[in-house]
């Protein structure tokens, strides 16, 4: 049986530096050294080994669907979605009901909102 851990996610971005200031100032990820390539792909570090790499495609049709996203989970999700307003970033509930949060089935409670491309973001309390 072979085992798999999460490494990174990658996005094709319009605008790399404007995806980079994005990223840090929503989520204060670390810019780290690009290791595979002398590319223009700019790394972020995500914590605990993970990354997003943003790769510049600047004439590239970029294509997003709610349903197509990646979330991230946070002890303090109250206090995030009060940043976000500080921040003056829209989200909404999956319903896309604007500044509401949805709490699941399950309990957990979470926002949806979009990077400077449009690619969807979920924040949620299941940590």
Known sequence: MHTFSFNHIALSVKD?????????????????????SDSKTRWLSMGENKQLHLIPRPNADIKTNKAVHFALATVDFIGFVKFLKALEIPYSDWRGTPTKDYVRKDGIQQVYFQDPNGYWIEVNDDV
């Open 16 to 36: 790399v530096d404007a995806s980079v200031a994005f990223y840090q100032k929503v989520f204060q990820f670390e810019e780290i050294p690009n290791t595979a």
